[in-house]
């Protein structure tokens, strides 16, 4: 069985400074990652996702990620945040024939003025 | 494209009552559908699996006569509340799966359900 952690529950960071939230997963076999926002009250929006391929995963809003299979991580970066960008941010791992999503407990990323 | 719809989007019900939530694919067909749900300030917790025309398939611990999912059609899934209690109260959300991508599921809204 797979799992996701997200290591961070809460990530404060100042507008316009970088930031990464942090994603760790554990499976013995390959699988496929997705990043999803979530503003409040509304459902989840994907970010990105990897599949296969280049490790370097291009998303919307300016961000991006990285498969790192050594160490089990895809971490979410953006390197420059906007007020907008105020939200919770969910990590999810994807396997089986049924495409069931796991996903992590998730990161409040908040965009401090 | 690939939207999902959900209805009602928030939704209050005296205990004891059953209450009906849809979710629809709106431009794509989706031969299976997820519903989730989620307390607040937690994860999404994967409630069933919703496969058309046939019966879902629910995860460890959730009640399938409590919680029936219908799924009738390419496009439309149904989560029916039955007999509703106050601990039902939560944020439910459904997904779809586009046949054409192979783990591309799109998000519905999402249905606040309180149950007084």
């Known amino acids: 069985a797979q799992s996701v952690t997200q290591l961070d529950s809460q990530v404060p960071v100042f507008e316009e400074a970088p930031v990464e939230l942090r994603c760790n997963y554990s499976?013995?076999?390959?699988?496929?990652l997705f990043w999803y926002v979530q503003y409040p009250n509304q459902g989840l929006q994907l970010l990105l996702k990897?599949?296969?391929?280049?490790?370097l995963v291009k998303g919307i809003n300016g961000f991006e990620a990285e498969f790192n299979k050594s160490q089990t991580s895809f971490h979410l970066r953006k390197p420059s945040v906007h007020i907008s960008d105020t939200a919770e941010y969910f990590c999810?791992?994807?396997?089986?024939?049924?495409?069931?999503?796991?996903f992590g407990s998730g990161t409040q990323l908040t965009v401090l003025p | 494209g690939a939207v999902v719809s959900q209805h009602p989007s928030r939704v209050i019900c005296k205990s004891g009552t059953s209450v009906k939530i849809e979710c629809r694919s709106l431009?794509?067909?989706?031969?299976?559908m997820f519903w989730y749900r989620q307390f607040p300030k937690q994860s999404l917790m994967l409630m069933a699996t919703?496969?058309?025309?046939?019966?879902?398939?629910?995860e460890q611990g959730v009640e399938k006569d409590k919680f029936l999912i219908n799924h009738a059609s390419l496009t439309l899934s149904t989560l029916t509340v039955t007999s509703a209690h106050p601990e039902d109260s939560s944020f439910y959300i459904c997904?779809?799966?586009?046949?054409?991508?192979?783990?591309?599921?799109?998000f519905g809204p999402g249905t606040r359900l309180t149950v007084t």
């Open positions: 499976s013995s076999v390959s699988v496929y």
């Open positions: 431009d794509f067909q989706a031969t299976t």
């Open positions: 997904s779809a799966r586009d046949q054409k991508g192979p783990y591309e599921q799109y």
């Open positions: 990897y599949l296969s391929g280049s490790t």
């Open positions: 919703s496969n058309e025309g046939s019966k879902a398939t629910y």
């Open positions: 999810a791992v994807g396997l089986g024939s049924a495409r069931q999503l796991t």
